[in-house]
């Protein structure tokens, strides 16, 4: 088994990615013992699965996804929120909440209004219907004080860093809480103004440059300079 292109580089349609036993994923074609390209994007590998990542695209919800969206409707016992795709998520007062909820006496709005920005997770999705989500998890649910920025989902994996070595490294030079979401959405907070304009240009900077390699190294220097 020979890897061809190191994890986390941009390849081409029609680059030789691998060669040997691999199991191939989306955006890899095979041929034979032979592992190519089927489009420009990110090359990653896990669990000797390989697969390409498209640089541009809209965000497709997976069960598991960390989504945060805007309150845009609320229901008696349930809210639409904005995930910022073809789909919206239908959040049930049952996986918002760990008690009873009595839609008589219970006003909805007192835990989410429209508008209000929330952290949640995406727990059933099959494409035929909407999909569900929850904030009942640990760290979820409504979120307070900071700012939502918007990147393409795929640049996702660049901002977070290899096991999240970008956004940490961000969030120690800027003093700052950042919570990175599956759909492109990222929240960000901080005491300074000043802070957080760093944060959106140094975030700004990773998608600009996404493709290139060595980008860990300059958006480090960048942030020393800074």
């Known amino acids: 088994m020979t890897l061809l292109i190191e994890d986390d580089s941009i390849v081409v349609p029609g680059e030789l990615i691998a060669e040997g036993e691999y ?12 592992f190519y390209a089927s489009m420009v994007g990110v090359f990653f590998i896990k669990d000797d699965n390989l697969r390409v990542r498209p640089l541009k695209g809209r965000y497709i919800p997976k069960v598991g996804d960390k989504v945060i969206g805007f309150i845009k ?8 929120v904005n995930m910022r795709g073809p789909y919206d998520g239908v959040l049930l007062a049952s996986n918002a909440i760990k008690g009873r909820f ?5 006003d909805a709005r007192r835990i989410y209004d429209v508008g209000d920005v929330v952290l949640a997770e995406v727990v059933s999705f099959d494409r035929t219907r909407d999909p569900m989500l929850s904030t009942n998890f640990p760290r979820l649910g409504k979120l307070s004080g900071g700012r939502v920025l918007e990147v393409s989902p795929n640049h996702i994996p660049r901002v977070i860093g290899k096991k999240g070595a970008m956004v940490n490294m961000i969030k120690n030079a800027t003093n700052s809480k950042i919570t990175v979401s599956q759909n492109g959405r ?23 440059e996404a493709h290139t390699s060595g980008l860990t190294d300059r958006i480090q220097a960048y942030l020393n300079e800074n």
Not at 23 to 34: L, T
Not at 102 to 106: G, L, Q
């Open 23 to 34: 199991e191939r994923g989306s955006g890899v074609v095979q041929e034979g013992d032979k």
């Open 73 to 80: 409707d609320v229901n008696l016992t349930s809210w639409i």
């Open 102 to 106: 009595d839609p008589i006496k219970d």
């Open 186 to 208: 990222i929240w960000i907070e901080t005491e300074k103004k000043e802070d957080q304009d760093k944060v959106i240009e140094v975030i700004r900077r990773i998608t600009r």
